[in-house]
């Protein structure tokens, strides 16, 4: 949208009003300017650090605003924006989109029915799609959306679907998007109510960006919103800006809006499940389009478009802006799909829908019904019976050709008109006359519009029937068929340089004429035999046949050698054979003016010369070829072709050596090539000068006090003076002036803009630059011929034709579910190994298995794939895992379509059925693509020690064959506890074993293993998602691949687990420790310390060593209890005492300390005292000291 | 035409990753298939390629082509002595800057011929060129290790250049005034004399005219002998044109004198200046045979069409021939081997 100055309302200049507002500018205005002035020191420099830290956020802040600038590539007409309207079901979709089609248009809408198109305004129409609650329609959506209406039920909150989606554009480029708030007049309290609003709004803030707008639709009145409230959001639709995305700037696409069948019905009648042939129609948006390239439809798969044709705008904008809103004839509704716009026009035909015609009337007759049940035609029945002449011959069988009923199939798919060329091919020459009438009758019912083309080919047929086989015929079709632009227009500019000419040329005219009619007389082999003469022959031949159908359009066969055209083109041919003959050095005035018509006649001829004839080399092969008693065919060698088709492959010219660069004249030619020679007037030094006189000239020199006047009137009496410059096209003079007035400009704002000139600005310039050249270059050339330059422009109404289409797509017709053709890149149809850098997304609750099948959404395709994770380590390698990281990214590598690096993708695990959790499963973006794959697995191969040396041992079981112990000679091996070694020989016997050198010695318990790295492979799984072929009502269902873990479940397997893997109770044997031996010798020469103690058991004490017990007599009983007593009693009286005198201690220590205090205090202001009294004597001393020095200085 | 496009044909079918099938090479010839100057080009594009997959029939008159991914790296090839360095060289000029490393080619074999625009010329026309659409750095260079003329050949070629990941578009609409002349003499003897008699025809137009004496002695001159010129002018819009002469291998041909011979070289600098056309997306000079196929090729491949408009020269300008300006929408091509971090 162009940015538009509104109008601004006048201020008062003079009255109370303009005086009292001046007075508080004053007041205002002074004291703010001289803030500087008058408070310096607030604003001088503090901190230079903090200056710095300041200055670097600014900037910061300033560069982060800055995105990389694209080419601007919006075409002057637009197309429609993509309004998708989203929502979980029942939020309320289908009625917004009927409120605001009310609102933009005033029509009604019953059913929303695919895409709606409307014009909104006086520069903008509107396409409203409704996107269901299927994962698919919502990834293929957010690919060509503009604008999303999010539509959001208030009263639930926020659904799964929402962020799932917001995701999903989040990965394939973020279009804009608008919250629209529903049902939000469920609730009764107001305070909730705008709690609620808040809560959803940030939470949506923190998804989109902070400050997105977030639309509020409070409630319905008679089942639809509020006027207002529609006719606002409209208001903000109309008024949205969009940012260009770089995956829909460098593809084009097209979201169809209608769909026609053109298959025949007769192939659909005998074959219910062929190939369809489809036109799709729609905008094309994007970038530019080209004929014949391949595009992806989403949920189908990849196609080659067959024929693209622009089509009359069905919904255009208003022709002439006016001033004024729109009126109703302009607000147009084009909606196809939904019925609306009951006339629909195609290339060749209008139709009309009738909403009750649709049964089928079916004949009651029984033999009719058999019939119609028919499948094979008579014919093809006969074709197919054999008869046998004798017996015990080969049946006969009619010839076929398949290659000719291939192509009828083809023809007759698309158009009945097509078919009669076929029949024409299987007839023989001298039945044509009777065909021909049928045929024209044939043609004559067909439809008006064609008129031009079916007389074009009864020329045609007139012309075949000389001597042309049915081949070349079908040839002049296409040709006549493809290039009708071209033809036409080369006439016309031809037309207008061939008068000039013709009258020099006449003479040799009329020579080639002859010749060309006697060639076309005597047919193919009069063709041949002026082959050789010329290089160019073969242009010849084909410019030929173009002519003829040129002719035919121009309406008169008969005269047709008289065209201007053909004209043009002998006259060419002879100057290019004149060339050869003549010398130079005769004379130049002549040669030069031959040159100059020679070119002359060459421009037009140039671009007809390079495209006009391509077929032209392999039908001639097929024609020369001359059969020789009907069985083998003469092979012969033909110059002229030979000429051709070896020439050197050399990209040097040859240039013929027709200058003679020792002649002044012809030196002289190129003079101004040099920069000695002549400069064009407004780059010549001296008028450069000028300008810069007329630009600086004023000025007084200071020092001398005089003045310089620019010479202005220079110019003009120099041109007065000379009078051959037209003085009356004033075009050149007030080109000449802005010229001069931009380069001025220029020069001035080199000179004092140039600060604030950075990189950005100038990138963003040339771009700018480049985007306003693009858009002029083919400005004023015909659409016709300017398609075919830079292909279909975007916002053109185009049909594209597709054929080999599944019968599915048809039949499984459902226009809720939106059809996109999305164009491929040159590339972009092949398949490799793509290179990926990959996150499991943080709300998807599981993390990924390598090689399980996944659902990638890359560029306009979702595929089903079985990736393989990997991650980088240190040293470069890609080491393969096993599941993808929790919250880490990592690599992928799929087998899947070549898509630009950089491209973002994300993945589903399926796309049937609605789970709770979160369906998308990781997101990233495309690293790079490759042929082959350079993920590798860890493999550790295993082996034992059978024999051990010092350092060496021999090992086995690592490898099977002396030759695989031969590719790892060298390589380096480790045991478990980690001794290092090399593996070096292998052995005779036993086969794989080998020696090996260690650091160290090993046991015969070592296990040695070698670390190595597999290759993994990438399994080749490329399944595209065919969500579009599933039946109506079922295409949310579709499942592809399953995990295995899936199959599992599905078929109740469960893995058997490994045996050893099990848990079982640990059974610990004991161990047994033999007993220290320690030499005799040995013990003798320990010390006592460390000698073994040979101590024995002692043994039993015999009785006689054995002590008897003491029995007391009572009185000793009682002496011994008095004593325990009384030193019981002791004990417990010294007790006591101890712990008095413990306490009189501590009470005396302490005492003792605050005596210690005072003193220490006492002796330390003692010690002050004295040493002031020294210091001080000190000083004194000094004092005298110095007063003495000085006395006695 | 088979084997006139040969080159064409595949390379822009690595370039856009259609295979590609190339019938009837010389089907008709008494020599028929392909030649060895050609099987070797195919090598060399096997070479700088990963997963291309070529099949040549029994007699090699049928080509399939199958493009993998243009790789670029470390390339060392022989090059057939049927042709010069230049014919390989032209193809991977148009190939380095979409490979997905730094291309680093040694090729070998014959670098000065009469049929072939020798590495000198390329070095100083197209190099610059290249410079014009957005390949520049330190990396793009061709260096002439050792010098090798026909039949024996034993050049040698070093041609590095960098990556790209998209080529900027470009306006050679003016091809502006030349500025100055320079040239490389390659001879041991009669350079001067070479020098001396091209100077006197070009110093009509221009007094700033440098030429350089190219001495390659010992093993660097290569197996057999030779002279040659080469000539470029330059203009002060920096577009460069230039014209070489080679001699004639020994016993070959009529014995020229190097007068003669530099003379021959200025002329056809000054022809090339009054060809000189004005295009403005490739680079082709003057519309002939070759350049033609070229034109069609990219429609097949690319469906880009030309806009191929005739420049009238002006009454009084003394600019040589007509001038062809020559417009184009470009596919959107960009590198798709390239890694991105």
């Known amino acids: 949208m162009e940015k538009k100055e509104q109008k601004r309302h006048q201020h008062k200049h003079s009255g109370p009003k303009a005086q009292k507002k001046n007075r508080k500018k004053e007041q205002v205005t002074e004291p703010e300017q001289d803030e500087r002035k008058r408070n310096p020191r607030a604003f001088s420099v503090q901190s230079a650090v903090r200056m710095a830290k300041t200055f670097h956020r600014a900037q910061d802040i300033k560069t982060k605003k800055h995105h990389i600038p694209l080419v601007d590539r919006t075409p002057l007409e637009p197309p429609p924006v993509v309004v998708v309207v989203m929502g979980p079901p029942k939020v309320g979709k289908s009625t917004l989109i009927r409120c605001l089609i009310k609102n933009y248009t005033r029509q009604k809408l019953s059913d929303i029915c695919g895409p709606v198109t409307i014009v909104s305004g006086k520069k903008r129409r509107l396409t409203f799609i409704e996107c269901n609650n299927d994962i698919n329609s919502m990834i293929d959506l957010a690919k060509v959306a503009d604008l999303v209406l999010m539509l959001i039920d208030a009263s639930f909150g926020f659904e799964m679907e929402t962020f799932e989606f917001l995701n999903i554009c989040q990965v394939h480029g973020f279009p804009r998007v608008m919250g629209v708030l529903t049902h939000l007049d469920t609730f009764k309290n107001n305070k909730t109510l705008s709690k609620t609003k808040k809560r959803l709004k940030h939470r949506f803030w923190t998804e989109v960006y902070q400050g997105a707008k977030l639309f509020y639709l409070s409630g319905m009145v008679y089942g639809e919103y509020q006027t207002q409230e529609v006719k606002n959001l409209g208001r903000f639709i109309s008024v949205m800006k969009f940012r260009p995305l770089v995956w829909r700037t460098s593809h084009p696409y097209v979201v169809a809006d209608r769909m026609e069948d053109l298959t025949d019905p007769e192939a659909i009648r005998l074959n219910p499940k062929c190939d369809r042939t489809v036109s799709l129609y729609g905008y094309l948006r994007g970038t530019f389009l080209k004929n014949k390239c391949q595009v992806h439809i989403p949920g189908v798969g990849d196609f080659s478009v067959a024929d693209v044709s622009f089509l009359p705008d069905p919904c255009p904008l208003p022709e002439v802006i006016k001033k004024r809103a729109l009126n109703v004839k302009e607000r147009l509704l084009y909606a196809p799909m939904a019925g609306v716009g009951g006339l629909v026009y195609d290339k060749d035909a209008v139709y009309i829908d009738m909403p009750s015609g649709h049964e089928e009337v079916r004949p009651t007759t029984e033999l009719v019904q058999s019939l119609i049940g028919t499948q094979a035609t008579l014919d093809a029945k006969m074709a197919a019976s054999k008869v046998s002449l004798f017996t015990g011959t080969a049946a006969l069988t009619p010839e076929e050709n398949p290659m000719e009923s291939r192509e009828w199939d083809e023809r007759a798919q698309r158009e009945r008109r097509r078919a009669v060329f076929a029949d024409e091919d299987e007839d023989d020459d001298g039945e044509q006359e009777s065909d021909e009438e049928e045929d024209e009758e044939e043609e004559d019912e067909e439809d008006e519009d064609e008129e031009g083309v079916t007389t074009l080919k009864k020329h045609d047929k007139k012309a075949a029937e000389t001597a042309a086989p049915p081949v070349k015929k079908q040839k002049f079709e296409e040709m006549s068929m493809e290039m009708p632009a071209f033809a036409d227009s080369d006439d016309e500019l031809e037309k207008i340089e061939g008068e000039e000419t013709e009258e020099d040329e006449s003479e040799e005219e009329e020579e080639e004429g002859d010749e060309e009619k006697e060639e076309m007389e005597k047919g193919e082999p009069a063709k041949r035999s002026s082959g050789p003469d010329s290089g160019l022959c073969s242009e010849e031949d084909d410019e030929d046949e173009e002519d003829d159908s040129d002719m035919d359009e121009d309406g008169d066969g008969t005269m047709g050698y008289e065209t201007p055209l053909l004209n043009m083109l002998n006259v060419f041919c002879v100057c290019v054979y004149i060339e050869g003959a003549l010398r130079w050095k005769e004379d130049l005035a002549q040669k030069a003016t031959k040159a100059y018509l020679r070119h002359q006649l060459a421009a037009p001829n140039l671009r007809k010369l390079v495209y006009g004839t391509v077929t032209g080399d392999e ?134 803009d140039d600060g604030d000139a950075t990189y950005f600005d100038d990138l963003k310039e040339e771009m700018q630059k480049q985007a306003e050249m693009n858009r002029q270059e083919f400005e004023d050339v015909d659409d016709e011929i300017r398609v075919q330059y830079e292909g279909f422009r975007p916002g053109m109404y185009v049909r594209v034709e597709i054929p080999a289409l599944p019968c599915e797509f048809v039949t499984n017709f459902d226009p809720h579910y939106p059809i996109i053709l999305g164009g491929l890149g040159p590339s972009e149809g092949n398949v490799g190994y793509l290179q990926m850098r990959l996150k499991k ?64 993708f994300l993945a589903v695990q399926t796309v049937g059925g609605i789970k709770a959790s979160f369906r998308i499963a990781a997101t990233g973006v495309v690293l790079d693509l490759d042929k082959s794959v350079t993920i590798v697995k860890k493999l550790k191969l295993i082996g034992y020690p059978y024999k051990i040396f010092k350092n060496t041992c021999f090992i086995q079981g690592m490898f099977n064959t002396v030759l695989e112990v031969a590719k790892f000679e060298g390589a380096s091996i480790r045991t478990v506890s980690g001794i290092k070694g090399q593996i070096k020989k292998a052995l005779r016997t036993p086969l794989g074993a080998f020696r090996a050198t260690f650091e160290d010695r090993l046991l015969m318990s070592d296990i040695v293993f070698l670390r190595s790295w597999y290759p993994a492979s990438v399994p080749q799984l490329y399944n595209p998602v065919t969500s579009l072929l599933m039946p109506v009502g079922q295409k949310d269902t579709w499942a592809g691949m399953r995990t295995l873990g899936q199959l599992k479940h599905d078929l109740g397997i469960r893995n058997k687990p490994n045996q050893d893997s099990l848990y079982k109770p640990v059974v610990r044997q004991v161990r047994h420790f033999n007993p220290l031996h320690v030499p005799k010798e040995l013990q003798k020469a320990l010390p006592f310390k460390n000698k073994p103690k040979q101590m024995q058991a002692k043994g039993k004490t015999p009785r006689d060593l054995q002590r008897p017990a003491v029995v007391r007599e009572p009185h000793e009983k009682k002496v011994a209890a008095l004593l325990d007593a009384l030193s019981s009693v002791y004990a417990y009286k010294n007790k006591k005492a101890r712990a008095e005198q413990h306490a009189k201690h501590k009470e005396f220590l302490q005492q003792k300390e605050k005596q210690d205090a005072e003193r220490q205090k006492r002796l330390k202001e003692e010690r002050k005292k004295t040493y002031r009294a020294m210091g001080q004597k000190e000083k004194k001393k000094l004092k005298s000291s110095l007063k003495g020095a000085s006395k006695n200085n | 035409v088979a084997s006139l496009c040969f080159r064409q044909r595949l390379v822009l079918s690595t370039l856009s990753r259609k295979r590609e099938k190339i019938l009837n090479i010389r089907s008709k010839d008494d020599n028929p298939g392909l030649r060895d100057f050609e099987a070797s080009f195919v090598r060399l594009l096997d070479k700088v390629t990963n997963g291309t997959r070529i099949e040549i029939n029994q007699t090699g008159t049928v080509l399939f082509y199958q493009p993998g991914l243009l790789y670029g790296g470390s390339v060392e090839h022989e090059c057939n002595v049927q042709r010069s360095i230049g014919y390989y060289l032209e193809a991977l000029l148009m190939l380095a800057p979409f490979g997905k490393t730094l291309l680093r080619a040694v090729l070998k074999g014959v670098t000065n011929d009469p049929t072939d625009p020798s590495v000198d010329l390329l070095k100083v026309t197209a190099i610059p060129l290249m410079k014009k659409f957005g390949i520049d750095g330190a990396g793009l260079e061709i260096k002439v290790l050792k010098r090798g003329m026909t039949p024996a050949g034993g050049g040698e070629v070093l041609f590095t250049c960098p990556v790209r990941r998209s080529m900027k578009p470009v306006q050679l609409t003016e091809p502006g005034k030349i500025k100055r002349i320079r040239g490389t003499a390659i001879s041991l003897q009669m350079a001067n004399r070479i020098v001396d008699s091209a100077r006197s025809i070009l110093n009509k137009f221009i007094p700033d005219i440098y030429i350089y004496t190219d001495h390659m002695k010992g093993a660097s001159s290569g197996k057999s002998a030779g002279f040659g010129l080469t000539l470029v002018a330059e203009t002060v819009n920096g577009t460069f044109l230039g014209a070489e002469v080679m001699s004639t291998p020994q016993g070959q041909g009529d014995p020229v004198l190097p007068e003669d011979f530099g003379r021959n070289c200025a002329k056809l600098l000054l022809e090339e200046v009054y060809r000189v056309s004005i295009t403005k997306h490739t680079f082709v000079s003057g519309v002939d045979r070759y350049v033609i196929e070229f034109l069609r090729h990219i429609r097949d491949f690319f469906q880009i069409m030309f806009k191929i408009e005739q420049q009238k020269p002006g009454e009084d300008e003394q600019k040589g021939g007509e001038k062809v300006l020559m417009t184009c929408v470009g596919a959107g091509y960009s590198n798709i081997s390239k890694t991105i971090k």
């Not at chain 1, 998807?844 to 380590?873: A, C």
Request: net charge negative; hydrophobic share 25%.
């Open chain 1, 619 to 752: 039908e001639e092969d097929s024609n020369d070829e001359e059969e020789l008693g009907g069985l083998f065919k003469v092979s012969r060698p033909e110059k002229s072709k030979k000429v051709r088709a070896d020439a050197m492959d050399c990209s040097r010219f040859q240039p013929d050596n027709s200058h003679d660069w020792d002649q002044e004249e012809v030196r002289s030619s190129i003079r101004d090539c040099f920069v000695t020679g002549k400069w064009e007037e407004d780059k010549d030094a001296a008028t450069l000068l000028k300008e810069d006189d007329e630009l600086y000239g004023d000025f007084e020199d200071m020092e001398t006090g005089q003045v310089h006047k620019a010479k202005t009137g220079n110019k003009d009496q120099a041109e007065e003076e000379a009078p051959q410059v037209k003085l009356d096209d004033d075009e050149v003079q007030k080109n000449k002036r802005l010229e001069k007035k931009r380069r001025l400009k220029e020069r001035f704002d080199a000179q004092y």
């Open chain 1, 841 to 904: 997304h943080r709300w998807h609750n599981r993390i990924l298995k390598t090689r399980d099948p996944l659902i990638l959404s890359l560029g306009w395709r979702r595929f089903q794939t079985m990736p393989l994770y990997y991650i980088e380590d240190h040293n470069g390698r890609h080491r393969l895992l096993k599941y993808t990281p929790e919250h880490m990214h990592c690599g992928a590598t799929i087998w899947g379509p070549i898509t630009p690096q950089g491209t973002g």
